[in-house]
């Protein structure tokens, strides 16, 4: 996991695991559907009160991820740029904020693999900041993902 030496400034990159008490052909399906999408693609005090979601590669992969508290409002617009049936997806996907303006762009790689009955699943996100302005727009970026990882276990056994 990258570590930015100053810390005004965004990391490059960031890498998350878990593993899943569920195949891999189901953890896979949580990221294929917005009806799937919508119920964990969020940290905790999050939500995505709008997502569409076409699942090809090229296809569209746009969601409005909105805070319980109304103080954040952000889109996150972009695509799938491949698609491996249960084992990996790339997704290139930009923050933008309400009012139109583009925050950063992440590159995220998504693997899944068999263990011992279930998935381990490891998500890999390249930064690219596209506001200097935003300082480090990465902050938040770890806790958040595990917690949106919980999430997509309590999708994924609600799913199975």
């Not at 139109?100 to 762009?105: A, C, D, H, N």
Request: proline share 8%; hydrophobic share 35%.
């Amino acid at each position: 996991m990258a570590t930015p030496t100053d810390p005004q400034q965004p990391r490059e990159s960031l890498t998350v695991s878990r593993t899943f008490n569920a195949p891999p052909e189901l953890v896979f399906r949580a990221w294929s559907a917005a009806e799937h999408l919508r119920n964990w693609f969020s940290p905790h005090g999050f939500t995505i009160p709008e997502c569409e979601v076409e699942f090809r590669p090229g296809g569209k992969f746009d969601l409005r991820m909105t805070s319980d508290d109304g103080t954040y409002d952000q889109w996150l617009r972009g695509h799938y740029v491949e698609i491996v049936p249960h084992s990996r997806l790339v997704l290139d996907v930009t923050v933008i904020t309400f009012e139109g303006k583009p925050l950063f762009s992440a590159l995220t790689t998504v693997g899944f693999a068999p263990v011992n009955g279930g998935t381990a699943m490891t998500v890999n996100q390249r930064y690219t900041a596209l506001d200097p302005s935003m300082g480090d727009f990465t902050r938040g970026a770890e806790e958040g993902w595990a917690q949106t990882l919980e999430r997509l276990e309590a999708e994924v056994g609600r799913m199975g």
